[in-house]
């Protein structure tokens, strides 16, 4: 399954500085880089799960995606685009004044609304931003016990999920052999999610094309 996936995708093993046997899929704008387990203590073992971390780029040093991860095989036209990551926080505006830096300002309108994600059992604002991956930062707060709040017991706060904007093939085949997956509206549009045996994440939210909300 997950070859079937990374082949549609477009996974390709990349040449990273992280750690041997990388793989890179070229979403668009950015670069996500899923690298093997890496030991950082004893006892620090290998798990079946994951979480998603963001690189920072220092001055002078290319961004990952801009020559500092080279791919094993050519870049193909990405079958998917980021569009915004999900930001996993038990405190809304905490998280905004802590994250202000990096978001670009918003208007009295839009910080009153709230606005509901289903699928994963929280409840937030969407944010522009020009510093982190994908232009859009999702910042949601749990209301069920749910995949949200899964991710924030866990992980604590942060990044925890991609929206990513995929073609009408990858939607139609996203999970042969299962049942398709639940179509939801949510913060960006109508959106599927691709369950995996790991309900803290990484979630992945598949925008169906022509409804990302404004």
Do not use: K
């Not at 994600?117 to 016990?145: F, M």
Request: net charge neutral; with cysteine.
């Amino acid at each position: 399954m997950a070859r079937l996936l990374g082949e549609r995708l477009g996974a390709v093993p990349v040449s990273s500085r992280h750690a041997v046997g990388a793989w890179g899929l070229w979403l668009g704008t950015d670069l996500l880089e899923v690298v093997p387990w890496r030991r950082e203590q004893a006892g620090d073992n290998p798990v079946g799960e994951g979480r998603l971390l963001f690189e920072p780029v220092f001055p002078g040093q290319a961004p990952a995606g801009d020559g500092a991860d080279v791919p094993s095989e050519p870049w193909t036209a990405p079958a998917s685009q980021l569009v915004a990551v999900i930001w996993a926080t038990v405190d809304l505006e905490r998280a905004e004044a802590d994250l202000s830096p990096w978001l670009e300002p918003l208007d009295s309108l839009a910080a009153a609304a709230l606005l509901d994600e289903p699928h994963l059992g929280g409840r937030g604002r969407v944010r522009a931003t020009s510093g982190l991956p994908g232009g859009r930062l999702v910042l949601l707060e749990p209301t069920t016990e749910g995949a949200l709040a899964a991710s924030l017991a866990r992980d604590g706060e942060g990044p925890c999920g991609l929206y990513v904007r995929a073609g009408s093939a990858l939607l139609q085949s996203a999970l042969p052999g299962r049942p398709r997956p639940r179509r939801r509206a949510g913060p960006l549009g109508v959106s599927v999610r691709l369950r995996t045996a790991v309900r803290a994440g990484p979630h992945l939210l598949l925008l169906e094309p022509g409804t990302i909300a404004p």
